[in-house]
């Protein structure tokens, strides 16, 4: 016998997916984003970036080596405020000051000049490899307003279980009234 799907429990599995995905937006700091399998995601906060990358975007960046980034990359990396920042490089160090360390000259398109901070490795979060406009305002506006979100996911559950059971119970009454067609036409 197989077994059917059911739109409650698609929904009841959407919605727990949302609850995770919300709260854990919710308790990531701005600096940290999240973070799954060497991919992060970060929400544009300004329109530093905005030819290429639109203020409200969700930024995917990806766990790169320092010595892999050339100039051109957008990167996004960690101010010296514990912000996170996604910008151009336009110059790199692969041995600056003869420290040994890999640094990066970073600035925004819209930006007349380069950061003033120059970015160190240890910094660096990973090189962007996709950008999907607004979503990263619209998950910020979940991770704000879980409150709301969970309110409306649970009415939704309610629902859907309220009419999931309402269309059960009518089948179950059609499978009943034809097996009592089909034992009176025997007769």
């Known amino acids: 016998m197989t077994k059917k799907i059911r739109i ?11 609850i995770v995905i919300s709260a854990a ?7 940290e984003g999240f973070r799954v399998l060497g991919y992060s995601g970060f929400t544009v906060l300004t329109g530093s970036m905005q030819r290429e990358i639109p203020q409200g975007s969700l930024v995917i960046t990806k766990k ?15 101010r010296s405020d ?13 041995n600056y000051e003869e420290t040994g360390f890999y640094v990066f000259e970073t600035k ?3 930006n007349p000049q380069p950061d003033s901070e120059l970015v160190y490795e240890g910094n660096l979060i990973g090189v962007v490899v996709k950008t999907i406009p607004k979503l990263g305002a619209f998950l910020n ?5 879980i409150g709301l979100v969970l309110f409306i996911l649970g009415a939704l559950l309610v629902a859907t279980i309220a009419l ?24």
């Open 8 to 18: 409650s429990d698609v929904t009841f599995y959407l919605i727990i997916a949302v």
């Open 141 to 145: 506006y979940l991770a704000h307003n």
């Open 64 to 78: 790169t080596d320092p010595k892999d980034v050339k100039i051109g990359d957008d990167i996004t990396f960690v």
């Open 164 to 187: 999931s059971a309402v269309f059960r119970k009518d089948g179950k009454q059609d499978a009943r009234t034809a097996k009592e067609v089909t034992n009176n036409h025997v007769r």
């Open 82 to 94: 514990n912000r996170a920042v996604t910008h151009r490089v336009v110059t790199a160090f692969s």
């Open 25 to 31: 937006l919710y308790t990531t700091r701005a600096s």
């Open 108 to 110: 925004g398109l819209e």
